[in-house]
């Protein structure tokens, strides 16, 4: 199927109501004159053709898909390990609690959510943490990720493991990017549920948004990961990107409350690494005279939204390579970035 026919018969039912490993240097900008909107989509694709860790793109614009493409691997409609993509879908979940009152708010403590949680003999502090440390990985507790992930999952209690760190850092205080916590909060999740990650992800987002989650790892205790593993196509990764790109809103119905899509993008720490500032499992940036939000996964697995501009851009890439080595995220941000900006320039002619 070419991409053309792609783009018809996904869009027809698809379309909502309503928000080679590469050196910084060698970005690959759009020409110039593609201000119109079909010659923007067609210089993006173009662009994105040439990177060679990239696989798929779908972009949606004001909620009708403009493009659906897999420059190589998987096609748009087969899911994929988005990685830590997981964790954003995580805090959907979250905000999904929140609104049928499983949890009090994101003030709610470990202690106060799921005691049974804590180790014996844990620190004082552990039982203080707040649900909003873990969705911006702020808990204070040595990272789980990095050269000390592979210990972690090696564990025989994931959860018992996370908790039993050293604080490294006060709780509430600075960004220290680790899974852990999130398999933490997931773990919270179930507890005050008594549902699994999996049906929660199905019940809550899979069924509204035509999501079908694959079961996915799990930890020795039955528990599925949170925060990495699950899968999506591309093309469920842009309807998840749309949802809050709507506030919440599918097909007129609401799936999240519009205040947690609001909430989410407002920043609340700074990534040590990049500087972007990070909300409730999503990084946010500047691109231009916009401020985007993304959800990002090892790898170059990536949802862009930019509600002023009505976009959403959702990209699948090499999974064997991570997406901080030779300025390879970078140059993601620099398509969507050209994109929006000429789309805006368009709008503004």
Same mark, same amino acid.
């Given at each position: 199927?070419?991409r053309? #026919?792609?783009? &018809? $018969?996904?869009? #027809?039912?698809?379309?909502a109501?309503?928000?080679?490993?590469? !050196?910084?240097?060698?970005? @690959?900008s759009?020409?110039?004159? $593609?201000?119109?909107? =079909?010659?923007?989509?067609?210089?993006?694709a173009?662009?994105?053709?040439?990177?060679?860790?990239? +696989?798929?793109?779908?972009?949606? @614009?004001?909620?009708?898909?403009?493009?659906?493409?897999?420059?190589?691997?998987?096609s748009?409609?087969?899911?994929?390990n988005? &990685?830590?993509?997981?964790k954003?879908?995580? =805090?959907?979940?979250?905000?999904? =609690?929140?609104?049928?009152?499983?949890?009090? /708010?994101?003030? !709610?403590?470990?202690?106060?959510?799921?005691? /049974?949680?804590?180790p014996?003999?844990?620190?004082?502090?552990?039982?203080?943490?707040?649900?909003q440390?873990?969705?911006?990985m702020? %808990?204070?507790?040595?990272? @789980?990720?990095g050269?000390?992930?592979?210990?972690?999952?090696?564990?025989?209690?994931?959860v018992?493991?996370?908790?039993?760190?050293?604080?490294?850092?006060?709780?509430?205080?600075?960004?220290l990017?680790?899974?852990?916590?999130?398999?933490?909060?997931?773990?919270?999740?179930?507890?005050?549920?008594? &549902?699994?990650?999996? #049906?929660?992800?199905?019940?809550?987002?899979g069924?509204?948004?035509?999501?079908?989650?694959?079961?996915?790892?799990?930890?020795?205790?039955?528990?599925?990961?949170?925060?990495?593993?699950? $899968?999506?196509?591309?093309?469920?990764? =842009?309807?998840? /990107?749309?949802?809050?790109?709507?506030?919440?809103?599918? &097909?007129?119905?609401?799936?999240?409350?519009?205040d947690?899509? #609001?909430? $989410?993008?407002?920043?609340r720490?700074?990534?040590?690494?990049?500087?972007?500032s990070y909300?409730?499992?999503?990084?946010?940036?500047?691109?231009?005279? +916009?401020?985007?939000?993304?959800?990002?996964g090892?790898g170059? @697995?990536?949802i862009h939204?930019a509600?002023?501009?009505?976009?959403?851009?959702? %990209?699948?890439?090499?999974?064997?390579?991570?997406?901080?080595?030779?300025?390879?995220?970078?140059t993601?941000?620099?398509?969507?970035?050209?994109?929006?900006?000429?789309i805006?320039?368009?709008?503004?002619?």
């Open positions: 199927m070419n053309r #026919t792609l783009l &018809k $018969s996904v869009a #027809t039912g698809l379309a109501t309503a928000l080679p490993a590469m !050196a910084v240097t060698d970005r @690959q759009m020409p110039a004159d $593609s201000a119109s909107p =079909a010659r923007a989509i067609d210089a993006l173009e662009a994105a053709r040439r990177v060679d860790r990239l +696989h798929s793109m779908v972009v949606m @614009q004001q909620g009708e898909i403009v493009l659906a493409e897999a420059f190589r691997g998987p748009p409609e087969q899911a994929v988005i &990685k830590s993509v997981s954003s879908v995580v =805090a959907a979940l979250v905000g999904c =609690a929140i609104e049928r009152g499983n949890l009090a /708010g994101v003030d !709610a403590t470990l202690g106060e959510v799921a005691a /049974g949680l804590i014996a003999g844990a620190d004082p502090r552990i039982a203080g943490l707040r649900v440390d873990f969705l911006t702020r %808990i204070g507790l040595e990272r @789980q990720s050269p000390n992930y592979g210990r972690w999952a090696a564990s025989d209690d994931w018992r493991h996370a908790l039993t760190r050293p604080f490294v850092a006060a709780p509430g205080g600075r960004m990017y680790s899974t852990a916590g999130w398999h933490v909060l997931g773990a919270m999740l179930s507890e005050v549920t008594g &549902k699994s990650l999996l #049906t929660l992800s199905r019940d809550w987002l069924d509204p948004l035509a999501i079908e989650f694959a079961p996915w790892t799990r930890d020795p205790q039955g528990r599925y990961l949170a925060g990495n593993e699950m $899968s999506m196509s591309p093309l469920e990764m =842009a309807r998840f /990107g749309e949802l809050y790109r709507l506030g919440g809103r599918w &097909k007129g119905n609401v799936v999240l409350p519009a947690w899509t #609001t909430q $989410s993008f407002e920043p720490t700074v990534s040590p690494w990049s500087n972007d909300g409730y499992g999503w990084f946010l940036r500047q691109m231009g005279d +916009h401020r985007v939000a993304y959800a990002r090892y170059g @697995q990536v939204v509600p002023l501009a009505g976009v959403v851009v959702a %990209i699948t890439s090499d999974t064997s390579r991570p997406a901080r080595s030779q300025g390879y995220m970078t993601l941000h620099s398509l969507v970035e050209d994109y929006v900006s000429t805006q320039a368009g709008n503004n002619e």
